[in-house]
């Protein structure tokens, strides 16, 4: 196991609304990253946060938002929810950035969008 | 741009067998590649990364993968599957900052 936690662990919304999910990172990790999954798919891009600055930003709408606090847990928000939302969506956590970090990867909020 | 390509939606082998699950790339410059392994209703797990030197790369849980450059590919291999492999894989490319996953293998191992 890893030691990053989400939550929560599954979700159902409305279209139309917003949502906010959580990512606490591993100790000692100061970059996260979002990816959202969607069914029979590999996981897609969304922000990396590193050091409480977005860092890099994949092929998503600004409706898709992100926080990372001083203690380097994060938050991801998405307004205005579509039907096409709904996924899986991983937080990653690693120590600094660039491809010798190794990512660590959460268990997953499952968001359903009715 | 960068990409990844897992030609084969599911590999089925038996229980003791060598298992190979491919995995072809298109980068520019040099190629960082990784696997991933995800299992029921859990988030991703690292087997593996490829950043320079050795062609042949050992991992988690006795899995391996070969970098060729020739080919562009980046295959994962066992010499001997169990049961307990079975999950769906995944190969990815970094560029600096992020992954970029494949579609996933699902690897069934059969008794």
């Known amino acids: 196991e890893t030691g990053v936690t989400q939550s929560p662990t599954h979700l159902i919304k409305t279209r139309g609304q917003q949502v906010t999910l959580r990512c606490s990172s591993q100790s000692g990790h100061n970059t996260v990253s979002w990816y959202q999954q969607a069914l029979g798919q590999g996981p897609q891009f969304i922000f990396q946060y590193y050091r409480e600055e977005e860092n890099g930003r994949g092929n998503f709408p600004p409706r898709f938002s992100g926080l990372q606090f001083p203690n380097y847990s994060s938050e991801l928000n998405v307004n205005a929810l579509e039907l096409d939302d709904s996924a899986l969506y991983l937080c990653a956590s690693s120590l600094g950035r660039g491809i010798n970090t190794e990512a660590f990867f959460g268990q997953g909020t499952r968001l359903t969008v009715v | 741009a960068q990409s990844v390509a897992q030609p084969e939606d599911q590999v089925n082998v038996a229980e003791g067998n060598p298992l190979t699950v491919k995995c072809t790339y298109s980068?520019?410059?040099?190629?960082?590649l990784f696997w991933y392994v995800q299992y029921p209703n859990r988030g991703l797990q690292f087997l593996l990364k490829?950043?320079?030197?050795?062609?042949l790369v050992k991992g988690s849980y006795g899995f391996e993968a070969e970098f060729n450059k020739s080919q562009t590919s980046f295959h994962l291999k066992k010499p001997s599957a169990l049961v307990s492999d079975s999950a769906l894989y995944f190969c990815a490319v970094s560029p600096p900052d992020k992954l970029i996953f494949g579609t996933g293998t699902r690897l069934q191992v059969f008794p």
């Open positions: 490829y950043i320079t030197g050795d062609n």
């Open positions: 980068v520019s410059g040099n190629p960082y």
